[in-house]
């Protein structure tokens, strides 16, 4: 009675040590065998292998176990129990026994398996995503109907992956299903006591928690999606967050509520990009500026060192040139005070004025500069009468100075720079040519972007905010260039008319 009551308890009650239950059943049997000395519990025996062979797939396993079935009931029957059956063929004949019931329950079991299988594959794939292995858009929207009819408080979580479709194009589709995968791993771990997790579309997957008001009031949520997510993924996600019942009452008003958030929050976000990169655009014009103004103001003091050096060698007298040099340094004061006042919008000051006494004046203020490096400057007036236009002098004496400069710094020793004037019925046009080195084909149409620059010392804005001034004077330029024969800047600018040009001479 002991024995049995022992077999009984290890059947009903220790349920939980499901992989010992086999052995302890088969002790169990052992005992009662033993302790009652009766063959009796040869169907015992037999139930219980026929148990562990409907639950153990291994084939290995099951043969194993077949085998110590049998050698217990034939030990314990030769031992304990007074028989006339021990000999060897009964023994085999027990064998068989057991090997035919482990066989037949085993086969059963597959069966059963395969078919409860082939029964529950069609929900599977009816309610799951076959990528993630989360539930699909369909399966989200039947449980949360079920969660809100059953009136359970909760919070509906929607996530969108911001950069999955720009890692698509950059590196296939294998690396967005990787990033898909992982995101929906990590949703499972970091939502633990989640009702459902799902993949809610293409980029966007659902998370549906209980409502915990401590959780809400922690932030804890926002924390896992604003933090760790990202920093476990690598991409930055966008979320919207709505709750039953305190936001929405149905499950379609809820979803809203959590799409409109979500909008939101991408609205936010994409403001905060514009704004950095407005911020970086500023950054980069004021940058570009002090670079151009820096070049700029760099013109006039090599002109006033070049004054100061021929009048230190001509007894410190520097009254044929004073008025030159002080035109240069109100030139450099004024592009110093456009620096400093880059914030505020610039109006340039157009007169109508004679493009002859702005070669001039070019020419007498390169003409120093020129002669020490051995370079001549030549003069060609084409045009039958002064040509007037209607121009903002500082400006269009900055663009000459620049050309001619760099043509002066192209050129070796010995140079010559060739200045020539004309005009038709509407326009003049104003050609620089040089007899140095030329530029590079490939060069040619580099040669006015910012920054662009073949010199040591260069800063690549002196061409750019010459073309940046012919476009100012409704002009065009033009660059010709042969290697080591030379470069031609060829300027073409609308001429004054004859009543703007009396008006403004009357004026001054």
Not at 31 to 38: C, P, V, W, Y
Not at 234 to 258: E, F, R, V, W
Not at 454 to 475: A, F, P, R
Request: glycine share 6%.
């Amino acid at each position: 009675m002991l024995t049995g009551l022992i077999l009984c308890f290890v059947t009903y009650r220790l349920q939980k040590l499901h992989r010992l239950i086999p052995w302890l059943h088969l002790l169990s049997i052992c005992l009662l065998h033993a302790a009652g000395h009766s063959n009796l519990c040869y169907p015992l025996y037999v139930l219980a292998l026929a148990r562990f062979s409907f639950i153990t797939p291994d084939k290995k396993k099951l043969w194993a176990g077949t085998f110590v079935y049998a050698a217990a009931y034939l030990l314990v029957m030769n031992i304990f129990v007074q028989s006339e059956a021990r000999i060897w063929l009964y023994g085999l004949n027990c064998l068989l026994d057991f090997t035919a019931i482990a066989l037949l329950c085993n086969t059963a079991s597959a069966q059963f398996l395969k078919k409860e299988r082939l029964h529950s594959e069609p929900l599977v794939i009816t309610q799951k995503d076959s990528l993630t292995g989360l539930y699909n858009f369909e399966e989200a929207h039947r449980r949360l109907e079920q969660l809100i009819r059953n009136k359970q408080s909760l919070v509906f979580i929607l996530i969108d992956c911001n950069d999955l479709k720009a890692m698509n194009t950059s590196g296939g589709f294998q690396a967005g299903n990787f990033i898909l995968k992982q995101m929906a791993d990590l949703l499972q771990i970091l939502f633990k006591d989640a009702h459902f997790i799902a993949r809610y579309g293409g980029d966007e997957f659902a998370v549906v928690m209980p409502l915990d008001h401590i959780t809400l009031k922690d932030a804890s949520i926002q924390l896992k999606l604003d933090s760790e997510l990202p920093k476990l993924t690598g991409i930055q996600n966008t979320y919207g967050i709505a709750t039953y019942p305190s936001d929405a009452q149905t499950k379609d008003d809820l979803i809203l509520h959590a799409e409109h958030n979500l909008f939101m929050k991408k609205r936010d976000s994409l403001l905060k990009q514009e704004e950095h990169m407005q911020r970086s655009e500023k950054l980069r014009v004021v940058g570009e500026l002090a670079s151009g103004m820096a070049h700029e103001i760099r013109n006039p003091l090599t002109t006033v060192r070049g004054f100061l050096q021929l009048a230190k060698a001509s007894g410190y007298n520097i009254e044929a040139w004073y008025n030159l040099i002080m035109d240069e340094v109100n030139r450099m004061s004024d592009l110093t005070g456009e620096f400093l006042q880059f914030s505020k919008p610039h109006r340039t000051d157009f007169r109508t004025d004679s493009l002859h006494d702005c070669i001039l004046k070019v020419i007498s203020l390169m003409e120093s500069e020129a002669t020490s490096s051995g370079h001549v400057i030549h003069f060609q007036d084409m045009a039958a009468d002064e040509i007037f236009m209607l121009m903002d002098q500082d400006k269009m004496t900055q663009l000459l100075l620049n050309i001619v400069k760099n043509a002066c710094e192209a050129m070796e020793t010995n140079g010559s720079i060739h200045i020539q004037v004309s005009r038709d019925p509407k326009n003049a046009t104003l050609v620089i040519a040089d007899n140095g080195p030329g530029i590079p084909s490939e060069y040619l149409e580099q040669i006015f972007h910012p920054f662009f620059t073949t010199k040591e010392t260069g800063t690549g804005l002196g061409l750019s905010i010459c073309y940046k001034i012919v476009q100012d004077h409704h002009g065009t330029l033009e660059v010709e260039s042969e290697l080591n024969k030379g470069t031609r800047f060829i300027l073409t600018f609308p001429m004054a008319d004859k009543a703007d040009t009396l008006k403004d001479n009357a004026a001054s």
